[in-house]
């Protein structure tokens, strides 16, 4: 008997992740997506406004970052930093650029996840929980 699809998606353990992501429906479709999978979530607009939740709230597990952003601070900044406020954090950081552009500054030194916009559920599912194991 096949296994109804669903089932194989992974869910949240009660995990909190903050979304940080410039764009307005990016970020709630990203909400949407993770609430839809049982996590706890916060959404900032841009680095500076996630730092501030990070240092306000000691729950977060995990940092869920667009690399390419306004405000002077890429996703390879906000991890950084995330990182130095706390650093058991899990990162993981999404780009819709391929190659090339702004999205590669950090990227040779990127000790993070990538995971490439678009992405499926099943996809951002998985890199969750390979990084919360």
């Not at 601070?73 to 552009?101: C, H, R, W």
């Not at 000790?111 to 194991?133: M, Q």
Request: aromatic share 4%; hydrophobic share 45%; charged share 25%.
């Amino acid at each position: 008997v096949a296994e109804p699809v669903e089932s194989a998606i992974p869910k949240s353990r009660n995990e909190t992740i903050l979304v940080v992501e410039d764009d307005p429906r990016v970020r709630r479709l990203t909400v949407t997506r993770l609430e839809d999978l049982g996590y706890e979530t916060l959404a900032a607009e841009n680095g500076p406004v996630a730092l501030q939740l990070l240092r306000s709230n000691k729950k977060i597990d995990l940092v869920l970052s667009d690399v390419v952003m306004p405000c002077g601070m890429n996703g390879f900044e906000v991890a950084d930093q995330a990182l130095a406020i706390n650093p058991a954090l899990k990162i993981l950081l999404a780009t819709g650029y391929a190659s090339g552009g702004a999205a590669t500054v950090g990227a040779a030194q990127n000790r993070h996840p990538l995971l490439r916009k678009p992405y499926s559920l099943r996809d951002l599912a998985k890199a969750l929980r390979d990084l919360l194991e």
